[in-house]
């Protein structure tokens, strides 16, 4: 199993970034995925997730900002992250999950820094 992000990279405070994640491996449309996201010295953050049916559920402190959305055909999940925050920078992670994420995998990071 692969989880291929990428995308990351720095922005300015306002600025704006698409994250994607390609998945092989696995049978993509089976799987819930979900963007994570850590900083040093803090707990790891659900970020955005999207089922296999396509609705999206995201963190208080990015509803608004983040959309998170899939291609099926493509086996790829894409975060657009809009009116970005010194505190959006963090290493993001893809994660695909099923049966109540028992089955988990997860990607490697992609640095996002957002500069004030």
């Known amino acids: 199993v692969q989880l291929q992000a990428c995308g990351g990279g720095l922005v300015q405070t306002g600025g704006s970034l698409r994250l994607s994640c390609a998945a092989s491996g696995i049978t993509f449309r089976n799987y819930i995925m979900s963007w994570h996201r850590q900083t040093p010295g803090k707990q790891r953050e659900l970020v955005a997730s999207?089922?296999?049916?396509?609705?999206?559920n995201y963190a208080d402190s990015v509803k608004g900002r983040f959309t998170i959305t899939r291609d099926n055909a493509e086996n790829t999940v894409y975060l657009q992250m809009n009116s970005l925050k010194p505190e959006d920078t963090a290493v993001y992670y893809c994660v695909a999950g099923r049966d109540s994420y028992r089955t988990q995998f997860w990607g490697q990071g992609t640095q996002v820094t957002v500069s004030s």
């Open positions: 999207i089922t296999t049916g396509g609705s999206g």
